[in-house]
């Protein structure tokens, strides 16, 4: 297969004759389709380069980018003299083209059919393959494997096995895994905190973020702040709360507009509801997402008037709102009656309730508030 589209492509094209391999490289990046791709491949074999690992490495690549996986797996598994770069390569194209089992064989095929050793990349690819498809074996597998070639430290292999445990639901493993690293970045203390969120374990998250400000080696960021508001806010934990406003503010997290949205639920949570206006006028030009959080902010603390008003000032806003948006938002609506008309009303005149999403989630909070009529009319 690979060789009758090397040799359709080289009868189908003409490309001058390239005397700088790195050429190559250049072409590579200028390639946009597979047909042109295939093109500097039939050009790298005329030019006997077909045996160059670099410009084989590369094209696997650029064919992974294009989606062209079996192309790029036959290319691989016909190569004489692979490295172990090559192979990982091939991997993350499988992980990213939606083929985590085929970059779980393959990792497999390199331990078992070639001499090569494994690096903290191959076993970082593996790891996630694992806990994408959920296959706790596999995952547990490679882990030991990682242990035994000493890798299983390394941050990003740490990071990602941390992640699989917590996607397993097996805290306790995760936990472990993360009290061996001896050396520990942003990224694995955030998939801690965002592993006990996940697994709503929100005290574990508060006291995994108090030994994370504690350690000042370690610079924390806007993700961390988002993975930690949620469990705060379950908690109703509103000096923690606080605090996290302050430091964020100190550290210069505040000023991301999903920062801004995570502290308008946090503060809604505990029923501080007199923040929220100030919290909404840090927003430059706020999107759908932050009006939502206000107008689910004001209605779960009975300010019904206010989030009425505010959903009329989105809909002016000219944000472009859509069923998706709707069916969120009618829910935490429920028990507002006003709020639900204001929302029924602009579904009915923008043609939403052609989509069965929005009538079916009107329904439901029409009849859970025994409003069997206006039911009745939104089905």
């Known amino acids: 297969m690979l060789l ?29 389709s597979l047909s042109h791709l295939a093109q500097t491949h039939a050009q790298i074999i005329l030019h006997g380069h077909q045996n160059d690992i670099q410009l084989l490495t590369k094209l696997t690549q650029r064919l992974s980018d294009l989606g062209a996986i079996p192309y790029a797996r036959d290319l691989v598994l016909s190569f004489h003299k692979p490295d172990v770069f090559l192979f990982n390569v091939l991997m993350l194209g499988f992980s990213k083209n939606g083929s985590p089992h085929s970059s779980l ?9 070639t001499d ?8 970082t ?9 959920h296959d706790e074996r596999a995952g547990r597998s490679v882990h030991g494997q990682a242990v035994v070639d000493g890798f299983d430290s390394e941050l990003h292999v740490g990071s990602n096995t941390v992640k699989m445990y917590f996607k397993f639901s097996r805290v306790d493993d995760a936990r472990k895994v ?8 942003v990224v694995l203390w955030n998939t801690m905190l965002c592993g006990y969120r996940e697994n709503e374990m929100y005290e ?14 370690t610079r924390w960021d806007s993700t961390t702040v988002l993975n930690i508001l949620p469990a705060v806010a379950e908690l109703q934990e509103l000096r923690v709360g606080m605090l996290i406003h302050s430091l964020a503010m100190k550290t210069g997290c505040y000023s991301h507009d999903f920062v801004l949205t995570g502290f308008i639920s946090l503060y809604s949570k505990c029923g ?90 009107l329904t439901t909070v029409y009849s859970k508030m025994d409003e069997m009529e206006s039911a009745r009319k939104a089905f």
């Open 4 to 32: 009758r589209t090397v040799t359709a492509a080289t009868a189908e094209t003409a490309v001058a004759v390239i005397n700088n391999k790195n050429s190559f490289f250049d072409l590579f990046k200028a390639s946009t």
């Open 105 to 113: 064989s393959l990792f497999s095929h390199l331990r078992k059919h």
């Open 116 to 123: 090569l050793k494994p690096n903290s990349s191959t076993y």
């Open 125 to 133: 690819y593996a790891i996630s393959a694992a806990s994408s498809i």
């Open 178 to 185: 993360f009290d061996r690293m001896s050396e520990r970045d």
């Open 204 to 217: 574990e998250s508060v006291k995994v973020f108090r030994d994370l400000i504690n350690e000042s080696c």
């Open 272 to 361: 501080k509801v007199e923040a929220l206006s100030a919290l909404f006028r840090e927003f430059c030009a706020p999107d759908v997402v932050a009006y939502n959080a206000m107008i689910h902010g004001y209605a779960s603390n009975e300010e019904t008037e206010l989030s009425v008003s505010l959903f009329r000032k989105l809909v002016l806003s000219g944000e472009r709102l859509n069923s998706s948006t709707l069916v969120s938002l009618i829910p935490v609506s429920g028990g507002h009656l006003m709020l639900v008309y204001a929302i029924h009303g602009y579904s009915l005149k923008s043609g939403f309730l052609s989509h069965e999403s929005v009538p079916t989630a």
